[in-house]
């Protein structure tokens, strides 16, 4: 059985406002007790609500100050994909973040497996034409 687009539109926004608010219990929430969380291949994984909202906070004091957008959700059976586009602040640097998510949804909405991919440039960039749709 597949998520509804719904659904999915639910939790790739209530993402971006917690990642924006850095809502760590709100986060968390998004997730299931068991959540494998991929951050990029270059980051660690992090297993469990408890290691996750761990992981968040680490990134809470590292990115500072965030502006989230995040792009319409494309949804395939269980599995939900969306980009993302972040300019943020941080000790006095301006970055842009781009990237994509990857989420695999239980029934109730609550990832179970998630992964990411991203890049970080320097300054604040504009998206491009056509970003996130």
Do not use: N
Not at 12 to 20: F, K, S
Not at 22 to 34: K, N, P, Q
Not at 102 to 109: Q, S, V
């Amino acid at each position: 059985m597949g998520i509804d687009q719904s659904r999915a539109t639910a939790f790739v926004e209530a993402y971006g406002r917690a990642w924006e608010e850095w809502d760590i219990a709100g986060f968390t929430e998004l997730f299931t007790d068991d959540v494998v969380y991929v951050a990029h291949v270059t980051e660690k994984t992090v297993v469990g609500r408890t290691e996750l909202a761990a992981y968040v906070r680490e990134e809470a004091a590292d990115q500072g100050d965030a502006r989230v957008r995040m792009g319409r959700p494309i949804v395939e059976g269980d599995r939900v994909a969306a980009e993302f586009w972040v300019t943020r602040s941080s000790d006095g640097e301006d970055w842009t973040t781009a990237g994509c998510l990857i989420a695999h949804l239980d029934p109730d909405g609550r990832c179970r497996f998630f992964r990411e991919y991203w890049f970080d440039v320097p300054g604040h960039t504009s998206a491009y034409d056509g970003w996130g749709e």
